[in-house]
């Protein structure tokens, strides 16, 4: 079975520093991974995937995700943190047991210091 | 164009009452999820459907909870007697065929109170 684990609930930085967001993913399969923003009282918001293309992917706002088969990994970065970056934010993985459903870990709250 | 809405986005009702929440896919998709996500928690599958039909409702956690798509768009996630462990905020995603690699669009979700 497909599962996620986000190794911080919380991590905090300060604004202009580097983010790091970790997630490992457990897959019997190449596996499709995604991570999503989700802003207080806001819908969530797909940040980026990867669906077994280039291992360093791009997405909104300056975040990039690395997809590492060796370490089972898929760790969110950011170069530099803004203010507007503060929010909850989820590694999710895509079932493959046939439907495809999402499996969510369990949230990473990032707060951002001035 | 529009994205995926939910209908109502707050619903308190009392314990033992019935509750239909709704929502309105992006227009052109098969795929519709729903997931419901308490508090401190990440979001947790209920049940999908594609096209009409549900493909898979493995999520629902007991009889109490049903959904439909009639048509193949709106669907409606109904709770039947609610407790008061039903509150919880309540999502809908649709997707363009529910492939493995397909995106799926969130709504903003309906915060359910169950007092």
């Known amino acids: 079975a497909q599962s996620v684990t986000q190794l911080d609930s919380h991590v905090s930085v300060s604004e202009g520093t580097p983010v790091l967001l970790r997630c490992n993913y457990s897959?019997?399969?190449?596996?499709?991974l995604f991570w999503y923003v989700q802003h207080p009282n806001k819908g969530l918001q797909l940040l980026l995937k990867y669906t077994s293309a280039a291992t360093l992917v791009k997405g909104i706002n300056g975040f990039e995700a690395e997809f590492k088969k060796s370490e089972t990994s898929f760790h969110l970065t950011k170069p530099s943190a803004h203010m507007s970056d503060a929010a909850e934010y989820f590694c999710v993985v895509s079932d493959t047991s046939g439907t495809y459903k999402y499996i969510f870990g369990t949230g990473t709250r990032l707060k951002v210091l001035a | 164009g529009a994205g995926v809405s939910q209908t109502p986005s707050n619903k308190v009702t009392e314990k033992g009452k019935y509750v239909e929440l709704r929502c309105d896919p992006i227009?052109?998709?098969?795929?519709l999820y729903w997931y419901r996500q308490s508090l401190g928690q990440g979001p947790e599958f209920l049940i999908y459907f594609q096209g009409t039909g549900a493909a898979d409702d493995s999520g629902l956690p007991n009889d109490r909870f049903f959904a439909v798509r009639p048509e193949g768009s709106v669907s409606t996630l109904k709770i039947q007697r609610t407790e008061r462990g039903d509150s919880a905020v309540y999502l809908c995603a649709s997707s363009l065929s529910g492939g493995f690699t397909d995106t799926q669009y969130f709504g903003p979700g309906t915060r359910l109170t169950v007092l």
């Open positions: 227009s052109g998709h098969t795929a």
């Open positions: 897959s019997s399969y190449s596996p499709s």
